[in-house]
């Protein structure tokens, strides 16, 4: 009979973490806990781990400090050293359907592993010498993350157009559905017309009437409405009037 090899036994446990996006710069980390796992697979996991990774802090055990053989069970770290955990990971041969990695967080580890990153496409538009360089910034974080992303700078520093910096990197999946209060429905047209350079025509903001419009790029809906509009069409068909389609790989809400 095969005697399992410590290495059998820090993969199996490695297998069995979760990871979960506690907060924007947080990582936890968690052991199975009902039912917990043997402490002959914890242990050797556990120093395993603490030598790759000395910045990381355990925030559960599996029994309390009277007992000298406890286990850590959950784990945290920075976001950043998230690609170096993956990495070790991987290594010791844990599969990527069990690691269960979200899609946007793709382009993180890939520019992690090549040390480079290409630069937003937006930043290749004339347009794009008017930013702020903590516009730029702004734009490669949204970038980085898959577009997955809140902004939350004070108002009046370019919340919209880092926005649409960020959308137009995803423009082969237009049309783009901006959802906004009534009040920001025709700024966010002339923004999108300005930084973007979509003609008017192209930017939609639906009403209830039963105008047909060509495919536009952008369909522009306040909150109010989308609300009445799902009562009265449901939102698809609303939408639907709107763009022709009934689904938006895109949208951004202010």
């Known amino acids: 009979m095969e005697v399992p090899s410590l290495r059998s036994f820090i993969l199996n446990a490695a297998s069995a973490v979760r990871v ?15 039912p917990p796992l043997a402490r002959n697979f914890t242990r050797p996991f556990s120093r395993a781990l603490c030598r790759y990774l000395p910045e990381i802090r355990v925030e559960e055990w599996d029994a309390d400090p009277s007992d000298a053989e406890r286990q850590p069970t959950a784990y945290s770290m920075q976001t950043a050293l998230l690609p170096k955990y993956i990495h070790w990971a991987r290594c010791l041969g844990v599969s990527e359907e069990t690691l269960g990695l979200p899609k946007w967080l793709t382009p993180i580890l890939e520019e992690s592993e090549h040390g480079v990153s290409e630069e937003p496409d937006f930043f290749s538009e004339p347009q794009a010498g008017q930013l702020m360089d903590y516009q730029r910034e702004g734009i490669r974080f949204g970038v980085r993350r898959g577009g997955r992303v809140l902004l939350a700078d004070e108002m009046g520093l370019g919340k919209t157009l880092q926005a649409l910096g960020i959308a137009w990197q995803y423009r082969a999946s237009f049309p783009l559905l901006v959802i906004c209060p009534t009040s920001l429905q025709k700024v966010w047209q002339r923004q999108v017309a300005r930084w973007l350079k979509i003609p008017v025509l192209d930017i ?51």
């Open 20 to 34: 979960e996006f506690q907060r924007d710069i947080q990582v936890r980390l968690e052991l199975p806990s009902h």
């Open 204 to 254: 939609v903001i639906p009403f209830y009437s039963g105008t047909r419009y060509s495919p536009p790029k952008v369909v522009i809906v306040s909150y109010a409405a989308l609300q009445d509009m799902e009562q009265i069409y449901g939102v698809n068909a609303m939408l639907y009037k709107a763009s022709g389609s009934q689904s938006f790989a895109l949208s951004v809400i202010r």
